[in-house]
């Protein structure tokens, strides 16, 4: 077995991509090829579509899936992933409160330590603390 003579500094063009990109179909282009695809009555015929447009015949069986449940119909391409749902009023309501209540329970926690802190400050200076709600000592 001969090998062919390498040239010095002369890359090869690889073949392959170095990533593959999902091909995208319009939906014109399904509707076009499915109204061909029903109309093909003789042996072969089919395949030889499939081959010509460079496609599988899992693409049809999906495709005739998408137009029985009516998802080619005006729908142009969808994006592919999780749905976004809108969020309801209670739901933002609820994200709100929650927010809220983190804050005030931040804001007690600071001033319940403050308050330790000022009773053994008075404790270390011997200073007596006021012990009635109206503000005079005892």
Known sequence: MELLPKTPGVNPEPEVLAKARR????????????R??????????????????GLYSSHLV???RERERGALQGLGS?????????????EKQVVELESENQRLRQKLEQAETIIEV???ISRLLGIPLETDGDGASS
């Open 78 to 90: 969808r994006k592919r992933g999780r749905k976004t749902r809108p969020e309801s009023v209670l």
């Open 36 to 53: 061909e695809a029903d109309g093909c009555k003789g042996p072969g015929e089919v395949g030889a579509l499939l081959r010509r447009e």
């Open 62 to 64: 999906a495709w005739r």
């Open 118 to 120: 000022q009773k053994k």
């Open 23 to 34: 091909r995208r179909f319009a939906v014109e282009y399904k509707l076009r090829i499915l």
